[in-house]
């Protein structure tokens, strides 16, 4: 019994730091990701109107989100 105890708890300790280290990763990765939009922000308000630059951002974003093939899919 004690042995089965201190298996789950284990298996627990293991399962909260593997889910905790990918929380970590993916606000890394968000993170890496917005920094990106806001350099393409600041590159194109430098060359553009405020309004245009913000559509083309926009459309630059959504580009890419549509060339990525995983993009709004959840893993099975």
């Known amino acids: 019994m004690s042995a089965l ?16 280290e990918q929380q970590k990763r993916l606000r890394a990765t968000a993170q890496s990701q917005a920094r990106i939009i806001e350099a ?4 194109n308000l430098k060359h553009l109107s405020e309004e245009k630059a913000f559509s083309a951002v926009m459309n630059q974003v959504i580009d890419a989100h549509n060339h990525y093939q995983g993009f709004g899919k959840t893993e099975s």
Request: net charge negative; glycine share 0%.
């Open 5 to 20: 105890l201190l298996s789950s708890i284990l298996i627990w300790l293991l399962y909260e730091t593997a889910f905790e």
């Open 40 to 43: 393409m922000a600041r590159y």
